[in-house]
């Protein structure tokens, strides 16, 4: 490109329509002249050869992608931060790019929007090797195609009855090898014990020794004692991640039997997919994280995990599971909080989605996360901290019930603990700095 | 978990039955003692807690994946490769560990294959925050289940009726932006100059100012008539990524209309939607590589490019095109090998994919793509090199056809040039050092 060429690819923002265009923010590593790297992720994201040879045209105006900001963070960096690519004696910098990606590009589709912010013109833009896409802004114009949560945080509320505290889950273990008939019972001891929703394992599926039909129609019944018993709704949680034809099946198969919300792996599955079971559900949709961590640990290249939240928020899950506060989990607290908020934020229509930060969670941890959050609109989804419980599921789930009390009471876990043997059995069981460790 | 619990994580391969297990293989660094931090991490990826509280029972003997191999690569290190995670004042040791995982836990189901090889159990495990999958390996009896590519490298080659050299693709360019009847002049053009694949960019979709429908209608004739004046067949690749719910029948009208194979991106669509489209699908289907490279550029974090081209080889694909060799492509040489050998090699019933590696191709560059393949079983795929030929596309595409003509003679590229002025213009427009940053 010459110099000529890459002002084409540069526009202050106030003088473009901003219907038209997704707002992104990267951070990017190039060698050479940030401007001229900028100009050509630009250029790779969209109208790559803008013109045919022999013509004399400009596709730039209407299907360019442009800068619309650049702040240099580091220049004079001598190599880029994670040893890949050569600077080619070329000193490196560090920046932040917003750009406006005009969407009428591709359209209101999740898998072509997918490859224009994290495809090929953003991954092998040239001497730009290190790459993270940060954020996502969408126009009203672009959100009105999709539907987003069905019930969202609200009709989740209404569904289960409860407004004033998280909603608690529970993952039922040993989440892989029980039969129908064990797991069900796990999941019928947890909700007497206090919590709403009792949930599969992301991995556990529609397999031979524990097939979906007779698990969900097991949990459905139990959930009936288990709302007979108690006086409130409760939820199973089944997971139907499978392969993307099944899906509708699967629901089907899943809510006629009793289970009442459905879990599907979002990434492994397909956030596509996920969008068209939307139009088709009649119950809650809740996301769990396999495959997103591989493409979001790491500070300086992948996706961040928030516009990944975002996607998943506008594919229309009502419920997004996602790795939560601790050392195990490998989020930054402001990366947790800033996943909470995007599952929160106002979105043009699109309704909020209740964030579920999780990880070895147990009565103990239940605290910090509220304090962390700053909000009762979040779901708490201990593991073993329910179903490894020493007095069995039914005391785990109470440890937790016993633990939010504390908190609504002002009370210290400790105070609390004396009067509940549940809660104090799960201070000794998992109150150890050796759980950092444990099974989640 | 205590030492004898761990102990239960670890297997002699050769006392496995071996049609039971998956065997993986992963990169991991660990702080602590690293046979502990294997024996989790095949905990966490099968039977996390593996009975029942008050139950005497073990789930692990059919469940539990199994460590079969640990080398230790360097030990005592001081930090993480990525400065992500806390070694706790432990040393961190960096290892290769081999797994046999069981995949009757879920079956032959991609989203749930990817969310057990790749998912929370595996990223999230304790104490080893840095992780790569590095390679997978199916035994026969999960393969059966699988179609696998239809037409297979065999199929393609009858389809073209080329046997003897590699397949020249090209990507139209300018890719976004123009109307379906330019667009389709460049298409005819380009078969007319001896491409045997002209190809909608991985970018563009089913929009208004590019209709596929009327795409395919025009691109389907142009290939007709430069069918029948070239006298040998030609393949249109239309781009048919978009919602999940849409493939089946946009692969019917594109396929209706002329289109005689399919392009998916995979990763954005999800591999899934490509297993049921393979159900249907009548044409060769080919994939693209957006959203790949960040869970896959670092050396030492992620999924490998080899493990999800042979998950693409599964889901059907015929045709893969990949980031091929050169530095804008970020491939080490070996990569990118172990990529066009993961298409090729035998794979029980499964038939092989073409490899395409592709970025920033022309002429000059299809002599060392061929040398460091070493077979004719691979396509080519330049997009500028055709489409940005001063001479326009039809001479583009000559040029590769005429570097090829002299590999097959034995014949310098700049000698061969000297009769041909298609291929001294490719020389002279695209054999200066600056292409290393241009256009692709």
Redesign the interface.
């Known amino acids: 490109m010459t110099a000529s060429d890459w002002a084409g690819f540069f526009a202050d923002a106030a003088a473009l329509d901003r219907e038209a265009y997704l707002f992104l923010e990267y951070y990017l590593e190039c060698s050479g002249d940030p401007e001229l790297a900028a100009a050509?992720f630009c250029?790779?994201q969209?109208?790559?050869?803008?013109?045919?040879?022999?013509f004399d045209e400009d596709?730039r105006p209407?299907?360019g992608a442009r800068v619309v900001d650049l702040e240099i963070i580091e220049s004079g960096r001598r190599a880029f931060s994670?040893?890949?690519?050569?600077a080619q004696h070329a000193p490196v910098t560090a920046c932040r790019i917003r750009i406006a990606h005009p969407h009428?590009?591709?359209?209101p589709?999740?898998?072509?929007?997918?490859?224009?912010i994290?495809?090929?013109?953003t991954?092998?833009s040239?001497?730009a090797?290190i790459v993270k896409l940060l954020d996502i802004e969408f126009p009203d114009s672009y959100l009105a195609h999709f539907q987003g949560p069905q019930f969202g945080v609200a009709g989740l509320r209404d569904l289960l009855q409860v407004y004033d505290r998280p909603i608690f889950f529970g993952v039922i273990?040993?989440?892989?090898?029980?039969p129908p008939e064990?797991f069900s019972e796990?999941g019928h001891e947890s909700w007497l014990g206090g919590l709403d929703i009792a949930k599969d394992?992301?991995?556990l599926?529609?397999?031979?020794?524990c097939p979906l039909d007779r698990r969900a129609e097991l949990l459905g019944a139990a959930r009936q004692r288990a709302e007979a018993a108690t006086g409130v709704p409760k939820m199973y949680l089944a997971n139907i991640?499978?392969?993307?034809?099944q899906l509708i099946a699967l629901h089907d198969r899943a809510i006629e039997r009793g289970a009442n919300a459905l879990l599907i792996?979002a990434?492994?599955?397909?956030?596509?997919?996920v969008?068209?079971l939307r139009?088709h559900a009649r119950v809650p949709l809740m996301a769990?994280?396999?495959?997103i961590?591989?493409?979001a640990?790491?500070?300086h290249?992948?996706?961040h995990t928030r516009v990944f939240t975002k996607l998943q928020r506008l594919a229309g899950f009502d419920v997004i599971i996602m790795?939560g506060f601790g050392?195990?989990?490998?989020m930054d607290d402001d990366e947790v909080r800033a996943c909470a908020a995007a599952c929160l934020e106002p979105m043009g229509p699109i309704k909020p989605s209740l964030p579920v930060p999780g990880?070895s969670d147990w009565a103990g941890t239940l605290r910090p996360l509220y304090e962390k959050l700053g909000t009762v609109d979040f779901g708490f989804v201990p593991?073993?901290g329910v179903?490894?419980?020493?007095?069995?599921?039914r005391a785990g789930a109470a440890s937790i019930r016993q633990a939010w009390d504390a908190i609504v009471a002002g009370e210290t876990l400790e105070a609390c603990a004396a009067r509940h043997p549940e809660l104090s059995t799960a201070l000794a069981a998992f109150g150890q700095p050796s759980h950092?460790?444990?099974?989640?």
């Open positions: 050509h250029s790779e969209s109208t790559a050869q803008w013109r045919r040879v022999g596709l209407q299907f994670y040893g890949v690519g050569s009428g590009n591709f359209g589709r999740l898998p072509n929007l997918l490859s224009a994290c495809g090929e013109g991954f092998f040239p001497s090797p273990k040993p989440n892989i090898g029980l064990a796990l394992d992301e991995m599926a529609d397999t031979d020794w991640t499978d392969e993307v034809d792996n990434m492994p599955t397909g956030l596509s997919a969008r068209m139009r769990h994280f396999p495959f961590a591989p493409f640990r790491l500070a290249f992948g996706v790795p050392p195990r989990m490998h990880g593991g073993r179903f490894g419980h020493p007095l069995g599921p950092a460790g444990g099974q989640g």
